[in-house]
């Protein structure tokens, strides 16, 4: 089948063609001509299936006829993250470009005012992750009552993310008579009641099997024994990187706090990598991520709420620098690489008591993550670094980080205590730097050196003194990190307040 039998416009044809397309993938096949005739559909697909293109076509297909009047966009596209809309976006601008159409994208951490005046001009397309949409409705900025056409992208995410109730409310805002396309890489019963709410007989279309893997993609687990250090996860990652010799990939962490580590310690060891967590501003994001897209940075270090669904169409390797609690977001992470049938590697560093959520990995995507036999590396190229640069890595493992929250997703459940936090999840509010940012900060050692540098390396000194007392280096501490000061409290911290009633411990 060809794009010219999907019933697609000629505009739509040729820009398709321009981006290099020519046979239409298996969504695009079963969605396109469904949305042309106006059906609802309940899509089940993971991304790197073409599923953005088997609503974007229809949609500017549908939208090419009527204009829109200003606060009333003419369709609305939910996302989970700014990132995913902001991909979305770029979509639009790739397979509209042979059309007028307008669009905005209402994403937090951006502008507010550049948002309410594209809103004031009118919209097509409103591309926009539920926070932000709500705030502007509730400030009066937009109207819903015009919306023929809503797409809920990754809903599964958004259940995830504590997304679900803003969605309900925006649902409800939105006309009785409209068509609504619903994507969702997985199925859980709550994605099905809520496929029943939305939609109005809607077309299941399935293209791969729920929760399924990519058949393109070479899976690996590497085990490592019970209570190892990071240390050694970091050995291992940089082994299987130099073993395949990996062209590009990202490497997932569970927590924000090993992100910066991670990346940290990749970078002193002649790594070009980055990271990108849901405490970076929201430019620091964007232009992360175009590095790596462009290429400028090989591996990017990322949590899950900060990479889920990018698009990155050459990406070799995924790494699992942590086996992730949800066995959904396995399935998430690895569909990183592998995209349009292209090859790709994903590996897990686990450690043997990760064993059931690999064992939940496994259930859920109904076959097992092989173990891998890594080739081992030399030593030289695989220690950490032994001089001075190791300890500011190593300092970040024991300074308790203000923001140690897991990127982990809100529990839907907790709709009014999770208000604030989940409004704009997908913004990640960017609290204060942490220690540990500071520190991954720290400058090169080729760089000058200052007077603060000159501070830390004698405080570098004293620790180096204390691991030779204690016999091991601060890597092999258990991973629990040191809260606030730990024993380093000045004495009169410890001072009671005067007038107080207590000592503060
Ligand atoms: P998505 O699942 O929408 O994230 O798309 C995954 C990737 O597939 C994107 O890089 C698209 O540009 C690409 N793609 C979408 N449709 C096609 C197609 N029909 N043929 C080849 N590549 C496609």
């Given at each position: 089948m060809s794009f010219a039998d999907l019933g697609l416009s000629d505009e739509l044809l040729r820009a398709v063609a321009d981006a290099g397309y020519d046979t239409p993938t298996p969504i695009q096949e079963k969605a396109i001509p469904n949305?042309?005739?106006?059906?609802d559909i309940m899509g089940c697909a993971q991304t790197g299936t073409g599923k953005t293109a088997s609503f974007t076509l229809p949609m500017l297909d549908i939208l090419s006829?009527?204009?829109?009047?200003?606060?009333?966009?003419?369709?609305?596209?939910?996302?989970?993250?700014?990132?995913?809309?902001?991909?979305?976006?770029?979509?639009?601008?790739?397979?509209?470009?042979?059309?007028?159409?307008?669009?905005?994208?209402?994403?937090?951490?951006?502008?507010?005012?550049?948002?309410?005046?594209?809103?004031?001009?009118?919209?097509?397309?409103?591309?926009?992750?539920?926070?932000?949409?709500?705030?502007?409705?509730?400030?009066?900025?937009?109207?819903?009552?015009d919306v023929k056409i809503l797409v809920i992208d990754e809903a599964d995410r958004m259940l995830d993310m504590g997304f679900i109730p803003d969605v309900e409310r925006i649902v409800s805002l939105l006309p009785k008579m409209r068509n609504t396309l619903m994507?969702?890489?997985?199925?859980?019963?709550?994605?099905?009641?809520?496929?029943?709410?939305?939609?109005?007989?809607?077309?299941?279309?399935t293209v791969a099997a729920p929760s399924s893997t990519a058949a393109t993609i070479i899976q690996g687990l590497v085990t490592l024994k019970r209570g190892s250090a990071q240390k050694e996860k970091r050995e291992k990652l940089r082994e299987l990187i130099k073993r395949d010799d990996a062209k590009n990939g990202i490497v997932f962490c569970n927590r924000k706090r090993d992100v910066s580590v991670v990346c940290r310690s990749m970078e002193r060891h002649g790594f070009n990598v980055g990271q990108l967590h849901g405490d970076m501003s929201q430019p620091a994001r964007m232009e992360t991520l175009a590095k790596f897209k462009g290429g400028n940075i090989q591996f990017l270090v990322c949590?899950?709420?900060?990479?889920?669904?990018?698009?990155?169409?050459?990406?070799?390797?995924?790494?699992?620098?942590?086996?992730?609690?949800?066995?959904?977001?396995?399935?998430?992470?690895?569909?990183?690489t592998g995209r349009a049938?292209?090859?790709?590697?994903?590996?897990?560093?686990?450690?043997?008591?990760?064993?059931k959520y690999v064992a939940a990995i496994e259930k859920l995507s109904g076959k097992p993550i092989p173990p891998l036999g890594a080739a081992k590396v030399e030593a030289k190229d695989t220690a950490e670094p032994t001089n001075a640069e190791s300890a500011n890595t190593d300092d970040a493992i024991v300074v308790a980080p203000a923001a140690d929250k897991e990127d982990k997703p809100k529990n839907p459940r907790n709709r009014g205590r999770d208000r604030g936090a989940?409004?704009?999840?997908?913004?990640?509010?960017?609290?204060?730097?942490?220690?540990l940012e500071k520190v991954a900060d720290a400058p090169k050692k080729e760089e000058?050196?200052?007077?603060?540098?000159?501070?830390?390396?004698?405080?570098?000194?004293?620790?180096?003194?204390?691991?030779?007392?204690?016999?091991?280096?601060?890597?092999?501490?258990?991973?629990?990190?040191?809260?606030?000061?730990?024993?380093?409290?000045?004495?009169?911290?410890?001072?009671?307040?005067?007038?107080?009633?207590?000592t503060s411990k």
């Open positions: 949305v042309l005739m106006g059906r006829h009527g204009r829109a009047k200003a606060r009333m966009p003419r369709s609305l596209i939910l996302e989970p993250t700014r990132e995913l809309a902001a991909q979305v976006a770029d979509n639009f601008e790739t397979y509209g470009k042979y059309q007028r159409l307008s669009k905005a994208l209402l994403i937090g951490g951006e502008s507010m005012a550049e948002q309410i005046k594209s809103m004031d001009n009118g919209v097509d397309v409103l591309i926009a992750t539920p926070g932000r949409l709500l705030d502007l409705f509730d400030r009066g900025r937009l109207l819903l009552n994507f969702s890489a997985t199925m859980p019963r709550e994605i099905r009641r809520l496929s029943e709410a939305f939609l109005m007989n809607p077309k299941e279309i949590s899950d709420v900060a990479a889920r669904g990018l698009d990155i169409p050459a990406m070799s390797h995924v790494f699992n620098f942590d086996v992730p609690t949800h066995a959904e977001d396995y399935v998430h992470r690895i569909g990183r049938g292209r090859e790709g590697h994903a590996y897990t560093i686990a450690l043997s008591e990760d064993s989940r409004k704009d999840a997908a913004t990640e509010s960017a609290p204060a730097e942490t220690a000058p050196i200052s007077k603060t540098q000159q501070k830390k390396s004698s405080r570098r000194e004293r620790e180096r003194a204390r691991e030779k007392e204690l016999g091991f280096a601060p890597d092999d501490l258990p991973s629990d990190p040191v809260k606030g000061l730990g024993d380093n409290a000045p004495s009169f911290f410890l001072n009671a307040f005067p007038g107080s009633k207590s």
